[in-house]
């Protein structure tokens, strides 16, 4: 995702605000690979093997930095900052990568390293709301279903519905509908006699 030169965040392309992804690091690219994971284990007296319990996956989180482009007058940069300083998290998708989706946050410390001619860059911490990426939302229109996906269709008479049983159903001008169940304490009790039997 770094290799990116554009990002869209909140719906708003970096392309309309100026900015461009730099890396400022210089050399190889550094990402994260897979989610931070923390085995979650017990330990007991006289045992040195623990038992194992559970994995918890942390949220992604990662540095960005971005190059300002048309930077002339300090309410440039106040529209970026607005731009980005979001309170809660909002989709980030990345241009090499558009079918993914990031719902992220600005959070920790940012910088803005320049040179006093108005040219530099920001240096921003962004975390997850999950350890996953999530897809695009893709609507379908006019699907067609193959005869074998139909589905079972239950006729509403006594008469052709012999693959089961009649349990708290009946056969109304509506077709089956639920009768009416009373599972009070007392009812339960009247018909029972061991504790067993509930």
């Not at 770094?2 to 708003?12: A, K, Q, R, T, V």
């Not at 006289?46 to 048309?70: A, D, G, I, M, T």
Request: charged content about 20%; glycine content about 6%; some cysteine.
């Amino acid at each position: 995702m770094l290799e990116s030169i554009h990002f869209m965040y909140d719906n708003i392309s970096s392309k309309d605000m100026g900015v461009n992804i730099a890396w400022s690091k210089g050399g190889l690219f550094e990402e994260n690979f897979l989610p931070s994971r923390k085995i979650i284990e017990r330990k007991v007296a006289n045992n040195e093997k623990p038992y194992f319990q559970r994995v918890e996956h942390e949220p992604l989180s990662f540095q960005l930095s971005f190059y300002l482009e048309n930077w002339v007058e300090d309410k440039d940069i106040r529209k970026i900052a607005r731009w980005l300083f979001q309170p809660y998290y909002k989709p980030l998708v990345f241009d090499s990568n558009p079918n993914r989706v990031i719902h992220a946050l600005i959070e920790g410390n940012s910088a803005l390293l320049h040179n006093g001619l108005k040219q530099g860059y920001v240096e921003l911490s962004i975390r997850c709301d999950s350890p996953y990426t999530y897809s695009q939302e893709q609507s379908f229109t006019n699907l067609t279903f193959r005869d074998a996906n139909t589905g079972y269709h239950i006729i509403d008479d006594s008469h052709t519905f012999a693959q089961g049983e009649f349990i708290n159903t009946k056969v109304t001008s509506n077709g089956l509908t639920i009768d009416n169940i009373n599972n009070s304490w007392g009812i339960l009790y009247a018909n029972t006699k061991k504790w067993g039997e509930l």
